[in-house]
């Protein structure tokens, strides 16, 4: 297993700019996880975008010239976009040591996307990427790298065996986290599965599968430090801990591949139990996304069970789901009674069940067609030939007793299942049921979409800076917003997240999302100072909701009703879908743990690449009315904010 995230929804209002008094009446959310929020990786990236890189010399690396026409397929060739994208690294970084990562492919939007770590004495340097997007006419379209470029050490440190045993380090993890995982030296044993470098633990108890540890460098404060990357599944986090590999007490960086979240069958668009009805829904799968839900090339499934998920309740909060309870029809007829006021929820589970799988399967199905398919590393069990790592549909617990008033989303490397866990609320009287607050089903689903989108398929340490991490949060409000779009809408309305699974008004963020300043006054220097990536993502969820915003009024909203987009030419038709659009194809153009300006860039090139930049002006003014424009700069400690667009806008 390689990186994994666990992302988290919920955030207090009060917590959104890190001072203001707690509102009365908080939630009280239940947390068994651990706190890895000073173990952040640093940020590290640069991103070049297509307007920068089309002014890079070279006859097969340059340029950013497309010839427009259908964005279904690509005329590259696997060879010709790999070979481009290694020649720009090696002219770019002619003295580093890197490998190819098996995970490159060709979006739907035409542009090949190739990623590559850093190598030193045939050990990676973990926090290193190299992200290239070649466009269709086989030029360079942007990059991204971390690369390090200081000394690199004198000697192999394999061949000196100049590190500890990985036992210790494994012992200094848990010891530094506090990880739920019992191991003891002469009692753990080690069995080597990648040459000298890799180890499996044998002889732990309270992990999902057994640990492993990795010999690995980790770029930090300017130099390289060798370190063991151990990893430990323990549901509620699954962490990669970075510890030095002499010093075992000392942690370097963590990651934690689990996502937590906030918030249906009552139709796609209906947010939750005061948003809509009920409704009995016929064949509800696109063609296009999924055969059938209930079909995994292995099987025909009578339960919520199929090829892109898994759903059952959980009440004892466990990690086993294959022997979970699940309705189950001859027929696929899965009818249960709900209403607002049954209580206990377990009396309900087979509805709550049915909900989550259909949510799930249908998100899966719009991102599909938008672009998040088998060769960008979707959820799916058999990916029918089409690319990609198979095995991993998303397992959807719902009624997960393992805590309350809260939601998360775990997400490996592509090959690995995603792992969602809904949880009951208890801030009103009856409970209400996470599972029927779409809003929260899709928060959740998103982080696993940003994470395998963000530096590529195999590689799910993308987001796990402060700012990267809380643009995750940022992303999963958004898309988590644009789906429950009513015809009737315009600008004027504020949307929030989490008010009814809640019980509070307003909903769990700060401020609603909100094109009016004076009732959201957030901009992007307001990330200074602020420690929470839900605080962060608030700010960047806000940003978004004016880009939306923006292309909603140049090309419509489009027929909400309708889940199926219409493209012309591989263009959405509608501002709404577009929107998506052009997050999905920045988030895989953007390099691995992105900030801001670097995430607004991508967006900007990916319309570029799939309009000629048709909507530059939307998106810049945009950004700008947010102080993201034009000159707007990163600095952890005091972010540079502009108002400026760019000459012709």
Not at 102 to 125: A, C, E, K, L, P
Not at 190 to 213: R, V, W
């Given at each position: 297993?390689?990186?994994?995230?666990?992302?988290?929804?919920?955030?207090?209002?009060?917590?959104?700019?890190?001072?203001?008094?707690?509102?009365?009446?908080?939630?009280?959310?239940?947390?068994?996880?651990?706190?890895?929020?000073?173990?952040?990786?640093?940020?590290?990236?640069?991103?070049?975008?297509?307007?920068d890189?089309?002014?890079?010399g070279?006859?097969?690396?340059t340029?950013?010239?497309?010839?427009?026409?259908?964005?279904?397929?690509?005329?590259?060739?696997?060879?010709?976009?790999?070979?481009?994208a290694?020649?720009l690294?090696?002219?770019?970084?002619?003295?580093?040591?890197?490998?190819?990562?098996?995970?490159?492919?060709?979006g739907?939007?035409?542009?090949?996307?190739?990623?590559?770590?850093?190598?030193?004495?045939?050990?990676?340097?973990?926090?290193?990427?190299f992200?290239?997007?070649?466009?269709?006419?086989?030029?360079?379209?942007?990059?991204g790298?971390?690369?390090?470029?200081?000394?690199?050490?004198?000697?192999?440190?394999?061949?000196?065996?100049?590190?500890?045993?990985?036992?210790?380090?494994?012992?200094?993890?848990?010891?530094?986290?506090?990880?739920?995982?019992?191991?003891a030296?002469?009692e753990?044993?080690?069995?080597?599965?990648?040459?000298?470098?890799?180890?499996?633990?044998?002889?732990?108890t309270?992990?999902l599968?057994?640990?492993?540890?990795?010999?690995?460098?980790?770029?930090?404060?300017?130099?390289?430090?060798?370190?063991?990357r151990?990893?430990?599944?323990?549901?509620?986090?699954?962490?990669?801990?970075?510890?030095?590999?002499?010093?075992?007490?000392?942690?370097?960086?963590?990651v934690?591949?689990?996502?937590?979240?906030?918030?249906q069958?009552?139709?796609?668009?209906?947010?939750?139990?005061?948003?809509?009805?009920?409704?009995?829904?016929?064949f509800?799968?696109?063609?296009?996304?999924?055969r059938?839900?209930?079909i995994?090339?292995?099987?025909?499934?009578?339960?919520?069970?199929?090829?892109?998920?898994?759903?059952q309740?959980?009440?004892?909060?466990?990690?086993?789901?294959?022997?979970?309870?699940?309705?189950?029809?001859?027929?696929?007829?899965?009818?249960?009674?709900?209403?607002?006021?049954?209580?206990?929820?377990?009396?309900?589970?087979d509805?709550?069940?049915?909900?989550?799988?259909?949510?799930?399967?249908?998100?899966?199905?719009?991102?599909?067609?938008?672009?998040?398919?088998?060769k960008?590393?979707?959820?799916?069990v058999?990916?029918?030939?089409?690319?990609?790592?198979?095995?991993?549909?998303?397992?959807?617990?719902?009624?997960?007793?393992?805590?309350?008033?809260?939601?998360?989303?775990?997400?490996p490397?592509?090959?690995?299942?995603?792992?969602?866990?809904?949880?009951?609320?208890d801030?009103?009287?009856?409970?209400?049921?996470?599972?029927?607050?779409?809003?929260?089903?899709?928060?959740?689903y998103?982080?696993?979409?940003?994470?395998?989108?963000?530096?590529?398929?195999?590689?799910?340490r993308?987001?796990?800076?402060?700012?990267?991490?809380?643009?995750?949060?940022g992303w999963?409000?958004f898309?988590?917003?644009?789906?429950?779009?009513?015809?009737?809408?315009?600008?004027?309305?504020?949307?929030?997240?989490?008010?009814?699974?809640?019980?509070?008004?307003?909903?769990?963020?700060k401020?609603?999302?909100?094109?009016?300043?004076?009732?959201?006054?957030?901009?992007?220097?307001?990330?200074?100072?602020?420690?929470s990536?839900?605080?962060?993502?608030?700010?960047?969820?806000?940003?978004?909701?004016?880009?939306?915003?923006?292309?909603?009024?140049?090309?419509?909203?489009?027929?909400?009703?309708?889940?199926?987009?219409?493209?012309k030419?591989?263009?959405?038709?509608?501002?709404?879908?577009?929107?998506?659009?052009?997050?999905?194809?920045?988030?895989?153009?953007?390099?691995?743990?992105p900030?801001?300006?670097?995430?607004?860039?991508?967006?900007?090139?990916?319309?570029?690449?799939?309009?000629?930049?048709?909507?530059?002006c939307?998106?810049?003014?945009?950004?700008?009315?947010?102080?993201?424009?034009?000159?707007?700069?990163?600095?952890?400690?005091?972010?540079?904010?502009?108002?400026?667009?760019?000459?012709?806008?």
């Amino acid at each position: 297993m390689h990186g994994l995230l666990l992302a988290g929804l919920l955030a207090l209002p009060s917590n959104v700019l890190g001072h203001p008094a707690e509102p009365p009446n908080s939630v009280n959310v239940t947390h068994r996880h651990i706190d890895t929020s000073a173990y952040f990786l640093p940020q590290l990236s640069l991103y070049n975008k297509s307007e920068d890189v089309a002014e890079y010399g070279g006859d097969n690396i340059t340029g950013s010239s497309y010839s427009g026409g259908d964005h279904s397929a690509s005329n590259l060739s696997s060879e010709d976009y790999v070979t481009v994208a290694t020649s720009l690294l090696k002219a770019t970084l002619p003295y580093a040591s890197f490998r190819l990562i098996d995970d490159h492919y060709i979006g739907d939007s035409g542009i090949g996307h190739v990623h590559f770590r850093q190598t030193v004495y045939g050990i990676d340097i973990d926090n290193t990427d190299f992200n290239v997007n070649v466009g269709r006419d086989g030029k360079v379209f942007s990059y991204g790298s971390s690369f390090y470029e200081g000394e690199i050490p004198k000697a192999n440190p394999v061949a000196k065996r100049d590190f500890s045993d990985p036992v210790n380090a494994l012992i200094g993890a848990i010891n530094t986290l506090n990880i739920p995982v019992t191991a003891a030296v002469g009692e753990v044993k080690t069995t080597p599965i990648e040459g000298n470098s890799t180890y499996m633990f044998k002889g732990t108890t309270g992990a999902l599968t057994d640990p492993t540890a990795q010999l690995v460098y980790l770029q930090k404060d300017g130099g390289l430090h060798l370190t063991w990357r151990v990893e430990t599944d323990v549901g509620d986090n699954w962490l990669l801990t970075y510890v030095d590999a002499k010093k075992n007490d000392q942690v370097h960086g963590v990651v934690d591949y689990v996502a937590s979240a906030e918030y249906q069958v009552y139709p796609w668009g209906v947010n939750d139990p005061t948003d809509g009805e009920r409704a009995h829904l016929y064949f509800p799968w696109f063609k296009t996304g999924s055969r059938n839900w209930h079909i995994d090339g292995r099987g025909w499934h009578t339960t919520t069970r199929g090829n892109n998920a898994i759903a059952q309740d959980n009440p004892s909060g466990g990690w086993e789901y294959e022997d979970n309870h699940r309705p189950t029809n001859p027929l696929l007829i899965f009818r249960y009674p709900y209403t607002q006021s049954m209580t206990p929820p377990a009396s309900y589970r087979d509805a709550s069940i049915t909900q989550l799988f259909y949510t799930g399967n249908v998100y899966h199905d719009l991102l599909y067609i938008l672009g998040f398919n088998e060769k960008a590393g979707n959820f799916q069990v058999n990916n029918w030939g089409k690319g990609g790592k198979g095995n991993d549909f998303t397992i959807l617990n719902t009624q997960d007793g393992s805590g309350v008033n809260n939601a998360n989303f775990a997400t490996p490397p592509d090959g690995q299942p995603g792992r969602m866990r809904m949880y009951v609320w208890d801030t009103s009287t009856p409970y209400r049921d996470g599972s029927f607050e779409a809003g929260i089903v899709i928060h959740e689903y998103t982080h696993g979409v940003s994470n395998r989108l963000t530096g590529g398929p195999a590689n799910s340490r993308c987001l796990s800076s402060l700012e990267s991490g809380g643009m995750g949060e940022g992303w999963s409000d958004f898309f988590a917003t644009v789906v429950h779009l009513k015809e009737r809408d315009t600008r004027n309305k504020n949307y929030t997240i989490g008010e009814w699974a809640s019980g509070r008004q307003g909903g769990i963020r700060k401020y609603p999302y909100s094109t009016d300043l004076h009732t959201n006054p957030l901009m992007y220097v307001d990330a200074d100072g602020l420690e929470s990536v839900h605080a962060i993502g608030t700010i960047w969820c806000t940003i978004l909701n004016e880009v939306l915003w923006n292309l909603i009024e140049r090309h419509g909203m489009g027929n909400v009703n309708k889940i199926k987009p219409t493209f012309k030419d591989g263009v959405p038709t509608d501002g709404r879908n577009l929107a998506m659009k052009l997050v999905l194809d920045g988030m895989a153009l953007q390099p691995c743990l992105p900030n801001f300006v670097q995430a607004r860039d991508a967006i900007i090139d990916a319309d570029m690449n799939l309009t000629k930049g048709a909507n530059r002006c939307e998106l810049w003014k945009a950004f700008a009315k947010r102080g993201l424009g034009v000159g707007a700069a990163y600095n952890p400690e005091k972010r540079v904010g502009s108002s400026r667009v760019p000459g012709g806008c």
